[in-house]
């Protein structure tokens, strides 16, 4: 990849002084490590909408469904004018070529789940979107969206990342093939756009060499686009392009299991069977068990049968993006 990835990201997580109070909630994961790896598009709505810092606080009222968003001591409704702004924002980022969002939990303007609602009676319930995050995951459905406190979760922050970083290359895909994510033909393809059997060639690769990241999240999906590819060459771009990328966003948003795992590395230890000694083999089986079990992190077997491929330069398995999904530098299979 020859171009950063970028992720929109509530301003407060990367330490902007705007929160309500005039403070920040900088997230050192966030703004640390992960600064390191994409090129973020901070997004604080409440600011950009006009209401300045410091502020009065808010919270969302009445139904969980379509709340009202109200500061809490005027009893002002800010709901229009934050919708305004949201119908205006998503469609700037449209343009942002964004791979992913990281929203701040529990906000009533960025939050993307289990947000407070108060009704006009009782304790709140724990089931409302915050405005902004909700206008942004109506308009980009596909996109993989997380917030700051699940990340702390070393599954759910592989899982994310690995999404990010598997649409990223999705979409470099698409830029080779001169097409949009609707399958037509993007305003800045060149003169040099590939013809529709180099394009139906750059598909199937791009397909083949993810075979067994997809297999690690859905067997079933993987299968789905494995035949959706071989029928690539009957298809209009309009027709496939959309479909697979419905197909790729669905496999990889399905969490990566430990049996999982284990039947994939299982598929590819199958290609070294006249290559390892008998005690090669059961070593790699008892590890394999041993991650299965959660006695060792998945890095462990990863190690053992890339080294594997490296050894016996295995034309079949070099490219496959599951052996490197993201960068080591990120350790993401360290702690899962
Ligand atoms: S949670 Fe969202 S609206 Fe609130 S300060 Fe952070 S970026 Fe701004």
Known sequence: MDRSIRLGVSSCLVGHNVRYDGGHKRN??????LAAFFEFVPVCPEVECGLGVPR???????DPAAPRLMTIHADLDLTDRMRAYCARRVSELAG???CGYIFKSKSPSSGMARVKVYPEK?????TGVGLFARAFMDRFPLLPVEEEGRLNDARLRENFIERVFT????RDLLAGLGLDEQGRESADAGEGRPGRRA??????AFHAAHKYLLMSH????AGEMGRLTARAASLADEELIPEYQRLLVSAMALQATPAKHVNVLQHILGYFKTQLTPDEKAEALDLFERYRAGQTPLVVPMTLVSHFVRKYDTAALKNQWYLQPHPKELMLRNHV
Request: net charge positive.
């Open 218 to 221: 859905s067997p079933k999906i």
């Open 199 to 204: 394009r139906t060639g750059q598909l199937t």
């Open 56 to 62: 009065q606080a808010m919270r969302l009222t009445g």
């Open 96 to 98: 942002e070529n964004l």
């Open 28 to 33: 050192a994961y966030v703004a640390d490590t």
């Open 122 to 126: 009782g304790p709140p319930s724990m």
């Open 167 to 170: 649409l990223a290359r999705y």
